[in-house]
């Protein structure tokens, strides 16, 4: 079955310093989107990403963060300066269609450690 | 906006045996769809179920079912004949129906997550 990947599965970052996060989502997939879940909390929706834009986010999703799609397969979450309070699980979700019932499918998430 | 409430940190059941996990929401909305997500300690979130609110019919899928009372605003999940691969933490979580400009985009909005023992 199509999976949506991550990658690194674990990303240890200095604070201050720029990261990326990559995924990969389902081939045919259409609708992208970035959720965080700082370690013993519930996760929470950061951006939505749908034909080359952002559709919604979140207020978590200060000018710190970007999306892009650069090359039509992959979704990067960018955080440009980060600060110990983005340490957290990042997960890609996408999704196929418009349809109402389709649901979103996650990757395995990626560990982000600010030191 | 909406909120989803997972009153239970955590459950446990023996093997074999049935639970039930509690989730409730919150909205003004009367089209949305309602899941449940489970996640293992491999840490990928796994789609279990999903029910329409316009659909009055409880969804099934296996082992899983739900209890969906649309005016009680409550989504529990039952899981039957427990099995040690049940272990893992389960989400609710909450999609609007209606996105407007966001049509096909709607975020999900989660609970806080129960995390489900099975005993051997």
């Known amino acids: 079955e199509p999976e949506v990947t991550q990658t690194p599965s674990h990303q240890v970052t200095q604070m201050g310093q720029e990261v990326i996060l990559r995924c990969v989502p389902i081939s045919n997939h259409l609708y992208f989107y970035w959720y965080r879940q700082i370690l013993g909390q519930k996760v929470e929706f950061l951006v939505s990403f749908y034909n080359n834009e952002i559709s919604e986010k979140s207020e978590i999703f200060d000018d710190q963060f970007s999306v892009e799609r650069p090359d039509g397969s992959n979704f990067t979450l960018k955080i440009r300066s980060t600060k110990l309070e983005d340490s957290a699980m990042y997960f890609c979700?996408?999704?196929?269609?418009?349809?109402?019932?389709?649901?979103?499918?996650f990757g395995d998430g990626t560990r982000l450690s600010i030191l | 906006a909406q909120t989803v409430t997972q009153s239970q940190p955590e459950m446990s059941v023996q093997e074999a045996e049935t639970v039930t996990l509690s989730c409730t929401y919150d909205t003004s909305e009367s089209d949305y769809y309602l899941f449940w997500y489970k996640q293992p300690p491999s840490r990928q979130m796994i789609l279990v179920i999903r029910?329409?609110?316009?659909?009055?019919q409880n969804a099934t899928e296996n082992r899983f079912s739900v209890n969906f009372q649309k005016a009680a605003k409550s989504f529990s999940l039952k899981i039957s004949d427990s099995q040690l691969g049940d272990a893992a933490m389960y989400f609710c979580a909450y999609r609007s129906g209606i996105g407007g400009s966001n049509f096909g985009n709607e975020k999900l909005t989660f609970g806080t997550g129960t995390r489900l023992t099975i005993i051997p």
């Open positions: 979700a996408s999704k196929g269609g418009a349809g109402r019932n389709q649901p979103q499918h």
């Open positions: 029910q329409e609110a316009y659909k009055q």
